[in-house]
């Protein structure tokens, strides 16, 4: 199973409104990062959280992290076509002398005009 | 430029073929990431350096797959004797220091036929 899950896997809504997306880890999270990604294209970097409680706003999207650090939600307020792409949640994993981010699975947004 | 670059953008291999993936990353960015993006998943990771020293290479598949960073910047990944389930799209990132937000490429969509 994957160590972090996100949901729905895919969304299709009308512009103008609201969503959230979720992402879910099965270990205690120390760097929760969200990115963006459009098709053919890399990573779009648009927040990181890593305090139990924070929230962080960019222009109309949202995130939280829990309280646990063990959920994070990502909401997009009065949303537009330029939101659609796949949304990705990634977590740092370090040990050892090494590091790297472990990803979900993707949520794939698409906005109609 | 600014950001994380990498070539060439697309590659049709022919199977058994070797290829060369190349990536400069931000400069002055110390740690380098190597990710494969299988379709419809999220990126899994498959090396990591820190400078030219690669610190972990667990995440490379077999020993087909080779990367290097010799001079501690821009870092090579090489596909001998390429396969069909090699195709993938593989993305290179880049952060200063390693537990610091990593920085994508646009990737490079690799196709094996």
């Known amino acids: 199973s994957q160590e972090l899950e996100q949901s729905p896997q895919s969304l299709i809504v009308q512009e103008g409104k609201n969503l959230t997306i979720n992402c879910t880890s099965s270990k205690t999270l120390y760097g929760l990062y969200w990115y963006k990604q459009k098709y053919g294209e890399g990573l779009i970097f648009l927040m990181m959280l890593q305090k139990g409680g924070e929230e962080k706003s960019h222009e109309k999207i949202t995130a939280k992290l829990d309280e646990k650090k063990q959920q994070s939600s990502l909401h997009i307020t009065a949303s537009q076509p330029s939101h659609a792409g796949i949304y990705l949640c990634g977590a740092g994993r370090g040990y050892s002398g090494t590091y790297k981010y472990i990803f979900g699975t993707g949520t794939r947004l698409k906005v109609l005009a | 430029g600014a950001g994380v670059s990498q070539s060439p953008r697309y590659k049709v291999a022919k199977r058994g073929q070797d290829v060369a993936l190349r990536c400069d990353p931000i400069?002055?960015?110390?740690?380098l990431f190597w990710y494969q993006q299988a379709l419809g998943q999220g990126p899994e990771f498959l090396t990591y350096f820190q400078n030219e020293a690669q610190l972990d290479k667990s995440g490379l598949p077999s020993d087909r797959f080779f990367a290097e960073r010799p001079e501690g910047s821009v870092s090579t990944l090489k596909i001998q004797r390429t396969q069909q389930e090699d195709s993938a799209v593989y993305l290179c990132?880049?952060?200063?220091?390693?537990?610091?937000?990593?920085?994508f490429g646009p990737g490079t969509r690799l196709l094996v036929l």
């Open positions: 990132a880049s952060s200063w220091p390693r537990q610091e937000t990593q920085y």
């Open positions: 400069s002055g960015h110390v740690s």
